[in-house]
């Protein structure tokens, strides 16, 4: 997985990578901003099933938290002022080109801390970092210096 996050200030907007590898963004953006935290286009397959996608903390308005797959095709998407979104795959299914992003609007002043997370049923849990260390709950899509987006099995 080539991840795109890494510390870095675009458009005044500040990301900052924590040690759990969720990330910390802050600041106003001078003009619309979008950062690729999670992908680098990377083929996901899911099972059929409800999952929920979850970032920790609703977004303030004017940001919204977008999965893509196959060049712009939107999987699904957390609206302003929500922390997670739940979605069907009606049969396996691989996503080609998978991908998540932060889009902020220009103006927009935010302060929050981003958990990415999907995982299976339709009810967000408490954010867990898994990783290969963990058998009990591989990630699908895993990273090291930077923030992914897991699929955890309630670890």
Do not use: W
Not at 21 to 33: N, P, V
């Amino acid at each position: 997985l080539k991840c795109t996050v890494e510390n870095q200030t675009k458009n005044g907007i500040t990301v900052t990578v924590n040690e759990d590898k969720s990330f910390h963004i802050k600041g106003t953006a001078t003009a619309t901003t979008i950062f690729i935290f999670a992908g680098g286009f990377l083929d996901l397959t899911l099972n059929a099933g409800t999952y929920t996608f979850s970032i920790g903390n609703a977004t303030p308005s004017g940001v919204y938290i977008n999965a893509y797959h196959s060049s712009s095709s939107l999987l699904t998407q957390i609206a302003p002022t929500t922390n997670q979104k739940t979605f069907n795959v009606t049969g396996k299914t691989t996503y080609i080109g998978f991908r998540t992003e932060c889009y902020i609007n220009s103006g927009v002043t935010i302060d929050m801390t981003i958990k990415p997370m999907i995982e299976k049923g339709s009810i967000a849990t408490k954010y867990v970092i898994c990783s290969p260390d963990i058998p009990s709950a591989p990630p699908i899509i895993s990273g090291t210096k930077i923030a992914p987006v897991y699929i955890a099995s309630k670890c």
